[in-house]
């Protein structure tokens, strides 16, 4: 009986050590010049936050679980640090001089250090050349939110080309932490008349209560400025029903916003009311803050919005506005399709 025991407990850490061997990542370090005896660890995908790693002369062993693919940098000092990915089962190996240093593993850090030893043997000239073609090249990359930290992100010059080169990337590096709060702050640099994002939109819904702004989320949003004393807008609002009609099964949304001052003109102009098309009101007209703040000159008008609530378009309609709705979702099913393939590859 109590071999029995043993043997249960036995093959019970042979299959524990197995499940860790699977799901774990584990880097191992060989790293002469290091300064301390201790590394700082920042993650910033998909997450941000701190970790230490403990040295013992230059070398250490670092495991973590991770759920997705993460992303962390080992900072030596302020101005150098190097990119980490991890992936569930891998195991990565950091050697060298701090001044220079070989990873060896794959996938994401394989083409990091591809790319680590491309750039040092650029001439300096060429530099950003070629980290404009790596980003370009490799849109669907991690490695890239290195590269456009390290070379784009003071660069104020260039706020009007890195913004055009994280459009170029694919959704899983725009969906990144810091791909979503840089992105705003390029946008705010290259348009300082009107903001490119909406923030809120305020208002009351035809039962009185206040429009929930916040709980629209993962779909493309319209938002249609109207009154119900301007004969063009409300002609607008009719043409609407067939878009509506287009985008029935769609993660599409309308939220017209009325410029109206009289409540009952407004609620007798605004029986479009359903999950999908959604009438607000203020009732302050022109002085609407959306209004003011995107410089709305005349009526009627629009604003098309991707899933981040960014404005991706101006004065669309009909047509034209049922196709662009449909080529971006089909774009984004394209997008999940390779993050999947992306997802099984990274495992091989």
């Given amino acids: 009986m109590r071999k029995t025991i043993y043997f249960l407990l036995a093959l019970t850490m042979i299959i524990a050590s197995c499940s860790d061997e699977r799901t774990n990542f584990t880097l191992k370090g060989e790293i002469s010049g ?9 993650y910033q995908v998909p997450e941000y936050k701190l970790d230490t790693i403990v040295c013992q002369k230059g070398i250490f062993e670092y495991s973590i679980e991770p759920d997705t693919t993460t992303m962390f940098s080992l900072i030596f000092n302020a101005e150098q640090s190097l990119p980490v990915f991890a992936e569930k089962g891998q195991t990565v190996q950091v050697k060298g001089s701090i001044q220079e240093l070989e990873i060896q593993g794959k996938g994401e850090n394989k083409l990091m250090n591809e790319i680590l030893v491309l750039l040092k043997n650029t001439p300096e000239n060429k530099t950003m050349h070629v980290v404009d073609s ?17 070379y784009y992100k003071e660069s104020q010059s260039s706020y009007k080309h890195l913004e055009e080169l994280i459009e170029s990337q694919s959704g899983i590096i725009k969906d990144t932490p810091y791909i979503m709060l840089l992105q705003p702050k390029v946008e705010n640099q290259n348009n300082t008349s009107r903001a490119q994002s909406v923030h809120s939109l305020s208002g009351k819904d035809r039962k009185g209560e206040n429009f929930k702004w916040n709980d629209i989320r993962d779909k493309y949003i319209l938002i249609d400025f109207w009154a119900s004393w301007h004969p063009q807008s409300v002609s607008e609002q009719d043409s609407l029903q067939s ?19 009289n409540k009952e003109a407004w609620l007798k102009a605004s029986d479009r009311d359903t999950t999908q098309w959604k009438q607000i009101c203020d009732f302050n007209g022109w002085n609407h803050p959306l209004i003011k703040g995107q ?12 899933k981040r609530k960014r404005i991706i378009a101006r004065d669309i309609r009909g047509q034209e506005l049922i196709d662009k709705v449909k080529d971006l979702i089909k774009k984004d099913k394209e997008e999940e399709k390779k993050k999947k393939e992306l997802k099984k590859k990274r495992k091989l």
């Fill in 34 to 42: 290091l300064a301390s005896d201790t590394l700082l660890v920042y």
């Fill in 134 to 150: 790596l980003i370009q090249t490799n849109n669907e990359s991690f490695t890239n939110l290195y590269l456009i930290d390290k």
């Fill in 243 to 261: 878009v509506i009609k287009a985008l029935k099964k769609e993660k599409f949304i309308i939220c017209s916003l009325s410029l109206d001052l």
């Fill in 295 to 306: 410089n709305i000159q005349s009526l009627p008008s629009n604003l098309l919005l991707d």
